[in-house]
């Protein structure tokens, strides 16, 4: 069992604004009272016994902390310390300030293909650090690609949100489902053994081009399993034929035919061999058009899910403990959200009928 610090987190850090909220509660920014210095304080309530819907076990919280720890690099959000009372943990981690990349990107006019693999290099230089470590995220959805800062001329990625990732024990088979639909990989879907290659599904996506979106979720779904999928030329003709051989080489159904970190970090497309491969990528830009209605797309389903949540437990209080303090109302509610998404059958029954 990990040894978290039993001292009164408040008594070593000050407490400042929510800077975004999970699960299993909020992330704050905290203020080290020794050295004046700023961190994020990820928060999370505990489930108080095994029969309890509500909060995060204490076990799985020890898993995100020992990956964390584990993992040393430039663009992945460092761990400082942890803190446990009897309800909550407290993870003390590198500061933020950049917000999610997407947005960022969502902001300009025009992006160029060389500009977004500026981002892309960096993604893959985390995702192949902690594969090497035999490390997989399994959630590399666009809600955990956060930049250091944004106002400089290159901002840094940063991959956060170690919630679900697993580390894989030598000939271990290990299987898991959890996802949102227009993310999903189709081994996730199908509840097959993942793998490393299960993240090379999500740098796919993370290239803002999934092409799978359905009218529905049930729909979006269908077409993983399937598939089905079209680069048509309205939405790719500003596309080089390099970005699509990329992206080929990763959107594949068998995990053992995607291309690896290692070998996304050497495909021309991002590392261009000669002076022409170099110049196509200078020419061919991102669809920003398509991107930012992904993009705004993506946000409205967050914001809905996040309702609907809140509806539910609002129904939930209304039913059983009328009194309840606000704070803690937010932090049950998404808890009470995790608590459905968590149950294979039922996490694919619910979203397969749910509409975008
Ligand atoms: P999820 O429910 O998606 O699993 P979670 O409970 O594991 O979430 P995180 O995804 O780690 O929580 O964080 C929630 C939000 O808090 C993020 O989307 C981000 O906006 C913000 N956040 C997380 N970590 C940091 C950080 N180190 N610095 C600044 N903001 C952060």
């Not at 978290?4 to 070593?12: A, I, M, Q, R």
């Not at 944004?150 to 580390?167: E, M, Q, S, T």
Request: aromatic fraction near 8%; proline fraction near 3%.
């Amino acid at each position: 069992m990990a040894l978290f610090k039993l001292e009164n987190v408040e008594d070593l850090y000050e407490i400042g604004e929510v800077l975004g909220s999970g699960h299993f509660g909020q992330v704050r920014e905290v203020r080290e009272r020794a050295t004046g210095t700023l961190w994020a304080g990820k928060f999370l309530k505990l489930r108080k016994n095994a029969s309890s819907r509500l909060g995060i076990e204490r076990k799985s919280v020890e898993k995100e902390v020992e990956i964390l720890q584990t993992l040393q690099h430039g663009n992945i959000m460092a761990i400082r310390d942890v803190f446990e009372s009897r309800a909550e943990v407290v993870l003390i981690v590198e500061l933020i300030r950049g917000g999610e990349l997407f947005d960022f990107v969502a902001e300009k006019e025009n992006l160029t293909e060389r500009e977004a693999i500026e981002f892309l290099e960096q993604i893959l230089h985390g995702v192949q650090y902690m594969h090497s470590k035999r490390i997989a995220h399994f959630d590399l959805k666009p809600e955990n690609i956060m930049l250091s800062e944004k106002a400089v001329p290159h901002p840094n990625i940063k991959v956060i949100d170690f919630g679900l990732a697993h580390h894989f024990e030598q000939g271990e088979e290990y299987k898991s489902i959890s996802g949102t639909p227009q993310y999903i990989a189709p081994e996730v879907i199908n509840y097959e053994p993942l793998s490393e290659a299960t993240d090379m599904w999500y740098v796919f996506l993370l290239s803002g081009m999934s092409p799978f979106q359905g009218d529905t979720d049930g729909e979006t779904l269908k077409n993983i399993v399937d598939m089905t999928y079209e680069f048509d030329d309205y939405h790719f003709k500003q596309t080089s034929d390099m970005a699509k051989d990329f992206i080929q080489k990763l959107l594949r159904k068998e995990q053992n035919e995607r291309m690896t970190a290692d070998e996304c970090l050497l495909h021309p497309w991002i590392k261009p061999l000669t002076r022409k491969q170099a110049a196509t990528r200078n020419r061919s830009s991102i669809n920003m058009k398509n991107f930012k209605r992904f993009n705004a797309k993506r946000k409205w389903k967050m914001s809905y899910n996040m309702v609907s949540a809140c509806n539910r437990f609002c129904r939930l209080q209304l039913l059983c403990k009328p009194s309840i303090k606000v704070d803690e109302e937010l932090r049950q509610c998404e808890s009470d959200q995790e608590d459905t998404e968590t149950k294979p059958e039922t996490l694919l029954r619910r979203r397969l009928s749910s509409s975008s």
